[in-house]
């Protein structure tokens, strides 16, 4: 079990954070491309689900999974999304990232009169928090394969 990789996205597409912790296959193009990416397919996937799904969805797209990894979504009202990407057995992690969200986000960045919203979060705070919380997960592992 692990997580592999996390973005924060604002609401226009743009990419507030992005690390990773156990990602074994690099994308082969420029993480801007990557982010750009990531978004586009975030709201097809969002826009799809809203539009096929036989029911009205209260909490909408939360995640989906390829034979290799798994992608967790959360939106927050004010449109910030959290991705990450783990392997296969985690089941969900919409705890996680609510936890990230509410947290670790508002308390190091919303809170923080240094940062300022809407630009890429350069937090040392915020980023050693974060990486220590996703290694302190039951489902992280360093040596994943």
């Not at 029911?55 to 390829?66: A, R, Y």
């Not at 974060?130 to 290694?135: F, G, H, K, M």
Request: charged share 20%.
């Amino acid at each position: 079990m692990t997580v592999h990789n996390l973005y924060i996205f604002d609401r226009n597409g743009s990419c507030l954070y992005y690390n990773e912790w156990n990602r074994k296959k690099q994308a082969g193009i420029s993480k801007d491309e990557e982010f750009k990416l990531m978004y586009g397919m975030l709201f097809s996937i969002r826009s799809f689900v809203s539009k096929m799904s036989p029911l009205d969805m209260k909490e909408g797209f939360l995640s989906f999974q390829t034979s290799k990894y798994r992608l967790h979504y959360y939106e927050t009202p004010s449109g910030l999304r959290f991705v990450m990407n783990t392997d296969l057995s985690v089941p969900n992690a919409r705890e996680t990232l609510q936890h990230i969200y509410s947290n670790l986000y508002v308390e190091y960045i919303v809170k923080n009169p240094v940062c300022v919203l809407g630009q890429s979060l350069d937090s040392e705070l915020f980023s050693s928090r974060l990486d220590a919380y996703i290694r302190a997960l039951p489902y992280y592992s360093p040596r994943a394969a």
